[in-house]
């Protein structure tokens, strides 16, 4: 019987351990950093054909994540016209060191012949 106790009492102590370390965990996760870039493309068929493949793959090589893209529909305000990209980044310091990596250097010196960039990045917030 005393056994039986004891195997119970260890099952709870861990099970409330486990809880506590999980909201700890929950409670230090930053939320992610998201970039939006509102991008006046001047030439189409070269944004798409030289700039977007290699651009595209060093976002994906540096942990960023397309959130959405297209075309916006401008609710209220002036903005420049143009491609709308949200991209989500798990820290101002993952989306920075994408922004500097040689790949996205090299693209970015393509797509500057085909198009001018407004780019703004933002903290997310805890839900």
Same mark, same amino acid.
């Given at each position: 019987?005393? =056994?039986? +106790?004891?195997? !119970?009492?260890?099952?709870?102590?861990?099970? %409330? #351990?486990?809880? *506590?370390?999980?909201? =700890?965990? +929950?409670?230090? !996760?930053?939320?992610?950093?998201?970039?939006? %870039? #509102?991008?006046? *493309?001047?030439?189409?068929?070269?944004?798409?054909?030289?700039?977007?493949?290699?651009?595209?793959?060093? #976002?994906?090589?540096?942990?960023?994540?397309?959130?959405?893209?297209?075309?916006?529909?401008?609710?209220?305000?002036?903005?420049?016209?143009?491609?709308?990209?949200?991209?989500?980044?798990?820290?101002?310091?993952?989306?920075?060191?994408?922004?500097?990596?040689?790949?996205?250097?090299?693209?970015?010196?393509?797509?500057?012949?085909?198009?001018?960039?407004?780019?703004?990045?933002?903290?997310?917030?805890?839900?």
């Amino acid at each position: 019987m005393k =056994t039986r +106790h004891t195997v !119970a009492l260890s099952i709870l102590t861990g099970m %409330a #351990i486990g809880a *506590v370390a999980i909201q =700890t965990l +929950h409670a230090q !996760a930053k939320p992610p950093v998201y970039m939006v %870039a #509102i991008n006046e *493309v001047t030439n189409p068929d070269g944004y798409k054909k030289d700039y977007l493949p290699p651009a595209q793959k060093s #976002i994906k090589e540096h942990g960023g994540v397309y959130v959405a893209a297209g075309p916006g529909t401008m609710i209220d305000g002036t903005l420049p016209k143009g491609r709308v990209v949200i991209l989500r980044w798990e820290s101002m310091e993952a989306l920075k060191g994408w922004r500097n990596s040689p790949e996205y250097v090299a693209a970015r010196k393509i797509g500057d012949s085909y198009a001018k960039y407004n780019v703004v990045a933002v903290d997310g917030v805890k839900q």
